[in-house]
């Protein structure tokens, strides 16, 4: 089973368009624009002519899927026309009109050939601006990371299709897929074969994220800290603040996602405490449930950080009642998916005491 991060460009629009008397050079004018900002007689005419080619392609061939876009040319080729209802697939696109129009089409056609897939607007990522361009990717980079996390953890092989998508776009995860995937492919414009980049052996000297964990934890729940002595290609500063840079980004979601998996770490020692007993849980969990909990934690420490208005669903920190409330105040949900166990909580001087993992107990 694969899953296969495609990147969207515009390919797509300025090959099909042509043929509605619609060029490349007014694609592009709109290719950084939200529909508002769209001409109205252009957006009529791109909208009827998507829908015809929604029409069209579950109709087309390999050849003239190949001819489509770039996307589909890399697809098409790399499963040698038979498409594999098992793989999952990722659409990445810009947040623009157009962007999101190329991977309805695209999911639109995995659909009609019974694929999975998911459309992922990476909100801000536009070309336009440089400063835009850099603090979207870094978002990019946190909803992929756990994105990809949960499918290699389910057996899924990694693949990022970067034929098609923005230079910009793809250079940059290009340098993801080097700690992320497992390969990348592409095709190149004079080239009909697929060529594919397998993962490449990088290690990375973590040292720096472990020897200033309690730092880059501060940074990732919104509180400022200094971070002048962390290299710049780590971190930006804005106004007097420090940011993960783009490339940090992707280092720091890497190490917390090897880091969490072994380690237990307390995102809040000025307002978490552990008991012995929940540390002796915490080491008896497998990787994936010591992940997963670590994550729960600097959800944890968000919510504290917010009094409480940060408490979202997956985490659902709340109060007990009965019998068992004799004994623990509060619990929140540890793990992912369905799993009935809770980490069982008591509260004391502005502190959380986190007491014990164990089973749904009413």
């Known amino acids: 089973m694969n899953f296969i991060l495609t990147s969207c460009g515009l390919s797509m629009l300025t090959n099909y368009l042509k043929k509605f008397d619609i060029f490349p050079g007014e694609v592009y004018k709109y290719s950084n624009a939200d529909k508002s900002e769209i001409d109205n007689g252009f957006l009529e005419k791109i909208d009827a002519a998507i829908e015809q080619l929604k029409e069209e392609i579950s109709t087309l061939d390999n050849d003239n899927l190949k001819k489509l876009s770039a996307e589909l040319n890399a697809l098409v080729t790399f499963y040698k026309g038979e498409f594999n209802?098992?793989?999952?697939?990722?659409?990445?696109?810009t947040d623009t009109y157009l962007g999101e129009k190329v991977a309805d089409v695209l999911e639109f056609f995995l659909n009609s050939r019974g694929i999975a897939c998911n459309k992922f607007r990476a909100k801000d990522l536009k070309t336009s601006s440089v400063e835009e361009f850099e603090w979207a990717l870094g978002g990019v980079v946190k909803d992929l990371s756990e994105e990809i996390d949960g499918y290699k953890t389910s057996g899924y092989e990694i693949i990022f299709n970067l034929t098609g998508g923005f230079k910009g776009v793809n250079s940059f995860l290009q340098t993801m897929a080097s700690l992320w995937a497992d390969k990348s492919i592409y095709i190149f414009e004079s080239s009909s074969q697929l060529l594919e980049i397998p993962k490449m052996?990088?290690?990375?000297?973590?040292?720096?994220?472990?020897?200033?964990?309690?730092?880059?934890?501060k940074l990732e729940r919104g509180e400022r800290v200094n971070l002048e002595n962390i290299p710049k290609s780590i971190v930006l500063k804005l106004d007097n603040e420090y940011v993960l840079s783009p490339w940090g980004e992707i280092v720091w979601q890497k190490f917390k996602s090897e880091y969490l998996k072994?380690?237990?770490?307390?995102?809040?020692?000025?307002?978490?405490?552990?008991?012995?007993?929940f540390k002796k849980d915490f080491q008896k969990l497998n990787p994936n449930e010591k992940s997963q909990l670590n994550k729960k934690l600097i959800e944890l420490s968000k919510m504290i950080k917010t009094n409480k208005e940060y408490n979202p669903s997956s985490l659902r920190y709340h109060s007990l009642s009965g019998e068992i409330a004799s004994k623990y105040k509060y619990e929140f949900y540890p793990f992912d998916g369905n799993d009935s166990r809770r980490v069982f909580c008591n509260e004391t001087d502005g502190k959380i005491v986190i007491e014990k993992i164990d089973s749904h107990l009413k």
Not at 85 to 93: E, I, S
């Open 85 to 93: 209802n098992k793989d999952f697939h990722f659409l990445l696109h």
């Open 201 to 217: 052996p990088i290690t990375i000297d973590y040292k720096l994220f472990e020897n200033n964990l309690e730092e880059f934890l």
């Open 262 to 277: 072994e380690n237990l770490i307390n995102p809040y020692k000025e307002r978490i405490i552990f008991s012995n007993e």
